[in-house]
């Protein structure tokens, strides 16, 4: 069986992708006590829950990748992630980062996607 594409998504779509692999990418806002659950500001300011399989092992901190499916439009069921190190997380642009998701979802055949 071939490998879900996490596609990425803006999270200004997130409700047009529940139930489907995606990857988004948000700050690293607060960890839940039990390690199993974590929260993201996305460039929206709003907050996703990202719930995991196993205790988060690693700190987590500043800008965060997450692979997994929605199972609503705030809620993540995490597959795999992705903790850039701060050098790169102080000098992103969540919010240009986001516009450019967004365009890229109004004119889908000008970008490659799904490689």
Do not use: W
Not at 15 to 23: A, E, I, M, R
Not at 51 to 60: E, G, K, S, T, Y
Request: hydrophobic content about 35%.
């Amino acid at each position: 069986m071939d490998e879900p594409i996490y596609k990425r998504v803006a999270s200004s779509s997130l409700s047009q992708h529940v139930g489907k692999p995606v990857t988004l990418l948000g700050e690293f806002d607060q960890l839940e006590p039990s390690g199993r659950m974590f929260t993201l500001k996305t460039s929206l300011n709003s907050t996703v829950t990202v719930q995991l399989q196993d205790p988060v092992q690693d700190m987590l901190e500043g800008i965060v990748e997450v692979q997994g499916i929605l199972s609503n439009s705030n809620t993540l069921q995490c597959e795999k992630i992705v903790n850039y190190p701060a050098r790169l997380s102080d000098k992103f642009d969540l919010s240009l980062y986001n516009e450019v998701l967004t365009l890229a979802e109004r004119l889908p055949s000008h970008f490659v996607t799904g490689l």
